[in-house]
């Protein structure tokens, strides 16, 4: 285990939560569908497994909390109450630190987002994910767009003043103008953050077996790119700043978290299949929510997988999570060589010490990082 010495003593924390009303088609991450009878003895575990690090670690200071899933809105109150007893008594929060829950509409309610608030909690993300209920049907929602618009607007009433809104384009069936349709409805929600995904066809999701049994097309790549150009044209006018491939923000909103974790800072997992990075080690718990419980319930971490990075291991993350944001990565990190081949193409350009990509490169991410670091 690591020891005291090499741990930083600011985090940013992950917290897995991995109950959903309805497993989504295109979802490819641990969660379980039906089983909410499991949450009361599954917060139970991970509040054990705080303890244990709280211990481990001293009361480490948070800059993040991310509580994802899943759904984590779920999650009773009471459950989550005592999850949060366990993080304050095992780390320090403060007022400063960005605490996130990631809900879906129809899970939330006036009195649960007043709790969060009053728990600590001071960012909400949601997922609208299409604007038009036939679709939401298609891709496994349990919601239509109406129920997103009475939790949005209980989110405001009760104080939420960082809210992010997350939309996915090149769905089946989806045309340009119900995409044009959802960017339009969101942006004048006047959320203050919005995420826009290409639809990701994950080998495990039900879309993913249904695309090799043929029952499914993927849209077009073209396709794909008109929506992803309208997106980045749409938000840019509503002011919002791209910081990343897929997000953006209005000033000063820009989620830490995940700026933290493209930064390539330390973060801790816990819960059922979280991942972790400290300094040079990565390791995994375990996937099994019933084993995960019965090893915590014995006062035993459930890590599963454990790997130490070599320097060149670390420096190809580094550069592969950097060349995603708009801040990019240091120009002495890169091979002068083929840095100057993809400024020649187009595809990245130089800003001070650093290089990013430009609105062409954003097409061809995978291809330029793969060619940095062949």
């Not at 009361?40 to 709280?54: F, R, T």
């Not at 006036?110 to 049907?137: E, F, H, P």
């Not at 375990?286 to 420096?315: D, M, R, V, W």
Request: net charge positive; proline share 2%; with cysteine.
């Amino acid at each position: 285990m690591l020891k005291r010495d090499i741990i930083s003593r600011v985090m940013n924390l992950y917290l897995h939560f991995p109950f959903c009303q309805q497993k989504c088609f295109y979802c490819d991450f641990v969660s379980l569908g039906h089983q909410e009878h499991l949450i009361g003895e599954y917060c139970d575990a991970l509040s054990k497994e705080i303890v244990i690090y709280g211990e481990k670690f001293g009361k480490l200071k948070l800059e993040t909390i991310y509580l994802g899933g899943g759904t984590p809105s779920l999650v009773e109150t009471a459950n989550l109450e005592k999850v949060f007893t366990a993080l304050h008594q095992n780390f320090q929060i403060t007022p400063q630190t960005e605490i996130t829950i990631e809900a879906n509409p129809d899970s939330v309610s006036k009195t649960k987002l007043q709790a969060y608030l009053k728990m600590g909690i001071n960012r909400l993300s949601m997922g609208v994910q299409a604007w038009q209920n036939d679709l939401l049907k298609l891709i496994g929602r349990t919601y239509q767009i109406e129920v997103l618009l009475q939790a949005y607007q209980w989110a405001r009433e009760v104080g939420f003043t960082n809210i992010n809104l997350d939309l996915i384009f090149a769905l089946p069936t989806q045309t340009k103008a119900q995409w044009q349709e959802s960017l339009t409805q969101v942006i004048a929600l006047k959320p203050e953050h919005i995420a826009c995904y290409s639809l990701e066809w994950d080998n495990n999701s039900i879309f993913a077996h249904q695309l090799r049994r043929g029952k499914m097309r993927t849209a077009p790549d073209t396709l794909d790119r008109q929506m992803y150009h309208l997106a980045c044209k749409q938000l840019a006018q509503a002011g919002y700043e791209q910081y990343e491939i897929s997000n953006f923000a209005k000033a000063g909103f820009a989620c830490k978290h995940n700026a933290d974790f493209w930064a390539g800072k330390d973060y801790l997992g816990l819960g059922v299949a979280a991942a972790s990075k400290i300094g040079n080690r990565v390791f995994e718990n375990q996937k099994n929510l019933k084993l995960y419980c019965s090893q915590l319930n014995i006062g035993k971490l459930s890590i599963t997988q454990t790997e130490t990075l070599n320097a060149e291991e670390e420096l190809t993350n580094r550069i592969a999570l950097a060349l995603r944001t708009n801040a990019g990565v240091p120009q002495k990190l890169l091979k002068k060589e083929k840095l100057e081949k993809l400024v020649a193409q187009k595809l990245l350009k130089k800003e001070t010490d650093f290089v990013v990509l430009t609105s062409k490169g954003r097409d061809l991410l995978n291809q330029i990082t793969l060619e940095l670091l062949g």
